[in-house]
Structures are given as structure tokens and as C-alpha cells.
């Protein structure tokens, strides 16, 4: 018996693949164990800016005029 898969069988189970795919990765990111790591992730974009000095920021904030 020669088992031929049309075209439509194959899209099918295309679509089972990345429909499982979808719901694994969903129940990955909504994992409740996986917070803390989301949550330093977040921050990551700031991660290279420098934190500025506050004795240095008060001292110039005190010193700038608000006039033109």
C-alpha cells in the first residue's frame, strides 16, 4: 500500500507543528518560575547607561538658571 500525501495533508501538519510550537512557547513565558528572569531581561536595554552621580546632578540642578 503506497501512502501518497497530498498537498493539503501536508499544510495540515504544518499547521499542527506550529500551533504546538505556539502553545510550548506560550506556557514557557507564562511559566510563574520564569519571572525573575523576565524581569532582569526588562531591564537589560538600560543596562549600558551610566547612573548618574547624585552629589554632581544636585549641584548642577542648583545652579542652573530657569530664565533665558
Known amino acids: 500500500m ?3 500525501m497530498s498537498t493539503g495533508m501536508i499544510r495540515g ?7 504546538v510550537a505556539f ?3 506560550a506556557l514557557w ?3 510563574g ?3 525573575a528572569e523576565f524581569a532582569e531581561a526588562r531591564l537589560l536595554p538600560f ?3 551610566s547612573q ?3 552629589t554632581h546632578s544636585q549641584a548642577t540642578a542648583t545652579t542652573r538658571s530657569t530664565q533665558p
Open 2 to 4: 503506497v501512502f501518497e
Open 13 to 19: 501538519l504544518g499547521t499542527v507543528v506550529v500551533f
Open 33 to 35: 518560575k520564569r519571572s
Open 29 to 31: 513565558v507564562f511559566n
Open 23 to 25: 502553545v510550548g512557547l
Open 52 to 54: 548618574p552621580d547624585d
Open 47 to 49: 543596562a549600558d547607561e
